[in-house]
């Protein structure tokens, strides 16, 4: 257990749907990031925090997925009107400010 | 996209051999760190090695760099069936950390 936690571990939704995950930091942590993994395939860079401001975005982070952290602790990843495509492992991660991440155990979305 | 590649895709070896491990980058880099991945669950750190650090060890582990090749090995000595897993380098940039990882190595240990 990194002390970074993820909810839920498991999502399986209906194309078409919106669905929001959480990820809590390890709570001194000021920099989060999400990735993305496929199956077979490395985490892929979506977005960064430092803090409250999102200060980086993949183009992969296509306009129906919104990131937030509301001052600067927790975070939330939202897809809208979700595709196939989207299926995947979501991971958060967080650092003090650089060094090692401490990533979370993902959140699986399967959309069918 | 992925930084670069790993090298070999996928490993078999009997426990208590060694594995060894190469990455490939493709950037500059401000470190270069290794995590092991059990299947389907998350990211676990291993070791990370700077910019101007050639040489890193940590209990069964031994990292080297190569800055000017822009290349990466890991060695796992006396190989475990625990060691079983994928395991990725990610290079951190310089400014925002953001990791970009490899596209794995996946070693078996056969017991």
């Known amino acids: 257990d990194t002390g970074v936690s993820q909810n839920p571990r498991h999502k399986i939704t209906k194309r078409g749907q919106n669905v929001t995950f959480r990820c809590d930091p390890i709570s001194e942590h000021n920099r989060l990031y999400w990735y993305r993994q496929t199956l077979g395939q490395g985490p892929e860079f979506l977005t960064y925090f430092q803090n409250e401001a999102q200060l980086e975005k993949s183009r992969l982070l296509s306009d129906r997925f919104s990131a937030e952290r509301p001052k600067g602790s927790f975070s939330t990843l939202e897809i809208q009107r979700t595709e196939q495509g989207d299926s995947a492992m979501y991971l958060c991660a967080s650092i003090p400010f650089e060094g090692e991440q401490y990533f979370g155990p993902g959140t699986r979305l399967t959309v069918t | 996209s992925q930084q670069g590649e790993e090298d070999p895709q996928a490993l078999s070896i009997q426990e208590g051999e060694n594995a060894t491990m190469n990455c490939s980058y493709k950037?500059?880099?401000?470190?270069l760190q290794w995590y092991r991945q059990n299947s389907g669950r998350g990211l676990v750190h291993l070791i990370l090695i700077r910019s101007n650090e050639r040489e890193k060890h940590s209990g069964r582990l031994r990292v080297t760099l190569d800055t000017s090749k822009k290349s990466s090995s890991l060695l796992i000595t006396a190989s475990r069936a625990a060691d079983t897993a994928s395991y990725f380098c990610?290079?951190?940039?310089?400014?925002?950390?953001?990791?970009?990882f490899g596209t794995g190595t996946r070693l078996t240990i056969i017991p």
């Open positions: 950037t500059s880099i401000n470190n």
């Open positions: 990610a290079t951190a940039h310089f400014g925002n950390e953001k990791l970009t």
